[in-house]
């Protein structure tokens, strides 16, 4: 047990299995099709323009990555495509591994660092650190970095006073200019209604059991663990606060990412409905499968007698539900051929979804132009998955209410 009150066996084991290699892909599994295709693509959208402006006199930047597992931050911050539409494709990202001048990747599992040294052996400008963040950051010679990079819930794994250390540390050493990047535990995600009236506060159980076999899922012997889940409300404070006592200026934006699509909405084994949904996205992106559209239509009745905890997330679901759906029934009337349907769906859909429904009918309707063995599964699913995850990425400001909670916060003085 280590001082933050976890254990990292699962981890070690899940090192062991390969789930921290360079690659795996597909319906199901650690880097699955929503995790290359959705979340990764969200977090390069989110953080690309604060990336863009530091590079843009050319300087090459340095990059912390807290809680970097086995160093899969390096690989997501050099694939951040250009916003430059025009960019030729030698030169479609807006990072390559040479412009970071330094990587360091610091985590707390032995396991995680050895699999990243393993996984980046002979780059001189990559290196990793064991280091438990709850005690703050690293011992470094120098602690000034560009970006204060941390994806996919790591610091979720920090108490509610551990992360404001460690946001008062990264703000005491950080340069005029710097970007830190949170994801951590959405509190407010369908996956897990029973916690939506806690506090980030309190660590709050959960488990890695989507990366086991369906039938392991529930078995007494897979390790659960306890984790800190976050508002916007909270973290936004939790931050304010250590800008004031550190006296730095600080600007924040805030996304819910896989709100429909965490990993636990398919087990069910925090809010007892199994729903599927993850894995009929990645079907969408796979190109060797076709869409069941009939699954993909979401319902929320599970959630009725939760929506009084906190009104704002229940509308907030119920505006993405309906534009959600609202995709879904314009497939439907394609499929069926319904021309009538399909004109009223994108007719009296709002402005911000409506040109993509028309895409996705224009789509339909050229099947014959594209040379491919299945259109469905090589060009019809992608694009509607992408249509899915871009109305996410679209919604306002975030709440809290996706399996991860994104923050970027812009260090500007």
Known sequence: MTERGYRTEFFETAVKLGFYGLDRSGLTGKKDN???????????????????EICR?????????????????FELLTHIPCSDRSAPPRSGFLLWRGDIE???????????????ESNYSGMSNVRFLQHDLSQGLP???????????????????????????????ILRTAPARALVLFD????????????????????LAYSMEYLLPPESRESDTVERYTISYWSAEELAELIDQAARRTHRSVSLHIKDRSIFIGRHMDT?????????????????????????????????????????VRLQVWERLCLYRDRWNRVI?????LM????????MIIETAPPELSSDLKMLAWLHRSADRFPVADFWASVMGPQVACVLRNLEFGLPEGLGCGHGLMCLAEITG
């Open 329 to 333: 029934e314009q497939l439907e009337g």
């Open 268 to 308: 069910g084994i925090f809010n007892g409905v199994k729903l599927q949904l993850r894995y009929q996205v990645n079907r969408l992106f796979e190109h060797g499968y076709r869409g069941e559209i009939e699954k993909l239509r979401i319902d929320l009745s599970y959630l009725r007698d939760y929506q009084h």
């Open 336 to 343: 069926n051929g319904d021309d009538a349907r399909v004109r």
């Open 57 to 73: 006199d050319d300087t090459r930047i340095r990059v912390l990555d807290l809680g970097c597992g086995s160093g899969e931050g």
């Open 184 to 203: 951590m535990m959405g509190r407010y995600s369908p996956e897990w209604p029973k916690y939506w009236d806690k506090s980030s506060k309190e660590m």
């Open 34 to 52: 929503v995790r290359k295709f959705w979340e990764d693509t969200f977090i390069k959208l989110m953080i690309r323009p604060g990336v863009e």
């Open 139 to 169: 011992p470094l010679e120098d602690a000034r970095f560009d970006f204060y990079f941390s994806s996919y819930s790591s610091l979720s794994h920090l108490t509610h006073d551990a992360l404001g250390r460690l946001v008062e540390d």
């Open 102 to 116: 330094s990587y360091v990747g610091v985590d707390i599992s032995p396991a995680m660092v050895k699999q990243g």
